[in-house]
């Protein structure tokens, strides 16, 4: 009998769904345990539910596993939730009243004072919010969010600067990718030979959500960053991965091999404990004028592995270069992952 | 017999030289009369020696003009250059100086002290630069230049922005069509599914040349504008039309519906002039939340109009939008015909 | 006053719909009058119930104009049809009960028996069926259909040389536009580089089309014409324009040069009648060995004209060849547009 | 000291020189100790002289190595070659009268009738072609080749049903990547929104190859088989898979799972000999009723393996189904590579 721990995915058939099934079909630590998706999906094997939109095949236990209702009763105590933020505002804290840990990465509770919105490597230590969750003091249960697909990969490649230099302003133009958007999402006809300059609440969440992640925990809550952050949208004619032309400016004078270094260099937590998910590096900088590009480099490090790239000067702020992450993996169902496998090492999970 | 004034194309074979061809082909005032390109395609008719990428057909007289040598002998007074920088930078001196009228789109000289880079909605003035040149006064040949095609829609929306309300900081970052590298220019498995994040030389210019066009004529040369600029330049799967995220500080304070107004209601010499490619409203706000888009807009006023959007506060600058511009009309052949009239109305042309 | 017909769009909202509106904008005998979507749209203005997808602008009459109920009551006498299969089986015939002329792009009716599935230049005849039809009788009114999109330019194409050669086989293998699926349709993760080599239900469409659209006039039937017919079906990134890789065999000897005369010499009835959207040559044989290509031969003839090139031997069948046709234009909204041109110029409109 | 056979690359730093290099990196029999590539790249290191376009890192000993004279000299007795046509015809026959192993993917000398044109599962007997080229008695020396990369997958998926139930007649009509046109290969502007229907020589090579590979071996030279044979050549936007429209005609009656089976159930001396590159099953049917599809399918059997799927009746010939195989892996990198293997296997690499 498998002595894995037993999980459940709530919006298992959409993109990030999908991604989770796929990650988590030789995990270590975690089995797949039980599905939910739609009303519509509920009693329909995976396979029939399912629009598989990956390259490697739907895991044969999977393909069989049938949906369940999206309800706590009979869902296991880790939840892993990819749900619309509509649906996941009124679904997650049933999970989490229910007493299931909710690993969610959904916009809809990522801002809320008392749920912590967390990268391992860059503010594990606020997880420690999930003890001001009433649903923790009665029945054990809690949300831990990951960030928008938009800021992770920008977040993981300012850590490292803001500890060092201290960042004092941020600009981030993105060039994203359209499985951002889930399945079906963006339609061929508004894509194909096109830019789409605006992403529905993204620049937002992108500004709000860089803050939150770079802030201190203050008991209770988390004082944002105290840095100005603008953040600019664009979709773009990818399928995965999401490139950002970034602009900084920082407190502490910093020399571009400084900058090189701290990124290069970066380790964390997830690192230290060697987490399954978390990348060898986090932070590679890419020394060829032209990279990183999403086509060839977005795999960096199983899609964990945020790429910089074209540090130079800025005429405006200091510095300027161009970062790449992989959304659906470190910008979604990799980063719940690994927020996982963190609160299972800090004894988040019994 | 024509009374059109008979004008040269060198480059005539390449993506810039084709769309002089598709826009002279009904002009009022000029009519082709002669077409270089490089040595090897000397003494071959024009349909054999051009691949010709647009959707229009090779006019029927120039598909059969025969390729002259790029040699000022035999050759029009009134040449428009599309060339490669390093080959304009040897080429277009020897048509100045053997009297002709040189109406360059290369970067070669655009950046030379006494040679105007122009705009006619912008900077009008600094062709009065041309009287500095000594081709001018020695054989009565000149070289007038236009923008490169990225910085020519941002200098166009930001033009009248600066007369209102005095530019100090503008940031851009564009994602540029795969049509202004030329052709073949950028390789397919180079751009399939994907962003490329660097164009040689590209940021510089976009840079300097913002600058220059906004900048002040002063006798024998133009001071730069005194605002800081910065540029990041990106490639994308689009065809025609360079989009780009701009960030902008203003001096004066600006509402935006004056900054709207602005740009709806910004006219200039070439409008009076109805100058036959000037657009009737160079610079045209579009009001739904996504665009203007590549794929959508990039042909309005026959690709002569720069479009802006999605005008919204900026927490670094001031205010933050989306502009579009057409890379190979506006951006390119387009530029360098309405210098070329704006020429003419000035009594330039002899 | 407008002395032109009035005339409705039902399914006005979709690309077909957005189709009907850019072509009749100018037209000289029609005017559109009235608009219908799903009730969803009912009562909203079309700028508002639309999602439109086309370079031009809406027309500014049309962008007010509010959606009507989609019932007969209130509808004009002439009604273009772009429905889906299953609403429009519902409400074309109870637009024709009540007495409307229904120009039907849909596929619901094609097949029936007494619907005429008219190209006016190939098989204009087939129009005399409405007279078959028992709304016709009652109040008046019918319904006339014009081909599926991948059908349609192949039909143009075999046309002339069924007529010359007498077809004896016909093997298509189509690479057809996302544009064919509608609006939102194709989903971007599913088409960016890649081939789809399945499109439900259209290879059976397209064959039993084609040998309806080249059969013979019976009576209150069409006996199909009696040649093999196999067709295979392929979606592909392309925005506009079906391609096809096309065989045949003949019944008569053809010289290649014969063949490509039947092609550019085809003309008739439209084309004599000078119907307003009939393009002056229907077929066009491009020499260009690379020719014809969607990118840029599918504006041809105003989108009217079918392209066709790389005639040359089959080593199975007799001869090979490429056709191109605009699948929306040719395909969809001009197909039917010119079908009621036709009936225009036959009496059919009172 | 490694006890690998050393191999050379001729025509290293092209598309398929990279794939080569990449499926070599830990390949369990040979090892790369030679690259060579055009003359301009000649004493260069393999990371400055290749333009590399995988995903995958070049390997860290391959970066480093200097390219070497494009001559036998100094070349190890094991050649991959990957060289354009015109090139091939001059080098491949100095290699082999130097007494190497010209492992070839280039199709300069394909039809040449001592040569073999091999597929180990399909024709494994014709390798004793290489007995009966002179440099082999001379020298030692050979050469081999794999088919083009739009026949392979087409002959995989032929040469079961071809045994069970013999061809008749083949009609294929391919849409091909853009990797298969080398790199840069086909410019962005001439592919992106399009399909372009002709590829220079491709249906001569597909229709010629297919009968050689499929044909007898009779003493000295190979009897092509008989059938009939038709091609019609298209690319598409895809940057890596082949995908086919297929219709064929049997001398015997089969039934659908007949047919089916035998794809499913074929297997080779690759597969019984476990040569390190073949893939457990050479031919997949899948039967989701829209696959295979290039984006999500190419990489089965890690490149290796030719998917079918849409087997259906023809009206024309008697099946038609879709074929996809992996134009650089299987389509050439692979199919040398798996050359060689077969090679040693066989004893003939001394």
């Known amino acids: 009998m498998s002595t894995k721990l037993p ?8 993109i990030v769904g999908q991604r989770f099934i796929q990650m988590l079909e030789q995990h270590p630590w975690f089995e797949v345990s039980w599905l939910a998706a739609s009303d519509r999906s509920e009693g329909r094997t995976y396979a029939e539910a399912a629009r598989w939109r990956l390259k490697t095949a739907i895991p044969a236990p999977i393909a069989k596993m049938t949906l369940s209702p999206a309800k ?27 007493g299931c840990a909710v690993v969610s990465n959904s916009s809809a509770l990522r801002m809320q004072s008392d749920v912590p919105l967390v990268i391992p490597e860059v503010n594990g230590d606020h997880i ?39 960042l004092e302003t941020v600009m981030a133009v993105t060039m994203q990718a359209v499985s951002g958007a889930g399945y079906p999402g963006v339609a061929s ?15 937002e969440k992108m500004e709000e959500e860089t803050q939150k992640l770079l802030g201190t925990l203050n008991g209770s809550r988390v004082d944002p960053a105290p840095f100005a952050m603008s953040a600019q949208c664009n979709r773009v004619a990818v399928e995965d991965g999401h490139t950002e032309s970034v602009a900084v400016r920082f407190k502490k004078k910093a020399a571009p091999e400084e900058i090189i270094a701290a990124w290069n260099d970066f380790q ?5 404990l060697r987490l399954p998910s978390a990348p060898p590096q986090p932070v590679v900088y890419m020394t060829a004028p032209d990279r990183p590009q999403p086509r060839f480099d977005v795999d960096l490090g199983a899609g964990m592995t945020t790429a910089v790239g074209r540090l130079r000067k800025c005429n405006v702020l200091d510095w300027k270069f161009t970062v790449l992450s992989h959304n659906t993996i470190r910008g979604a169902a990799g980063a719940a992952l690994l927020n996982a496998e963190f609160l299972k090492a800090k004894g988040y999970f019994g």
Do not use: M
């Not at 006809?189 to 620049?203: Q, R, S």
């Open 268 to 272: 964390a937590e997830p690192q230290q």
């Open 189 to 203: 006809l508004d894509i194909l030979g096109n830019v789409i300059p605006y992403i529905a609440k993204e620049e």
């Open 128 to 166: 420690r919010l999930i003890d001001k969750q009433s649903w923790r003091s009665q029945s054990g249960g809690y949300v831990v969010t990951n960030p928008n697909c938009s800021a992770i990969g920008l977040v993981i490649a300012l850590a490292p600067l803001h500890r060092a230099f201290t």
């Open 72 to 98: 706590p009763e009979g869902a296991p105590k880790i939840i892993f939730a990819a749900l619309d933020a509509a649906i996941a505002r009124e679904l997650e804290p049933q999970f989490a009243a229910a």
């Open 7 to 14: 999980v459940g995915i709530l919006g298992a058939t959409g």
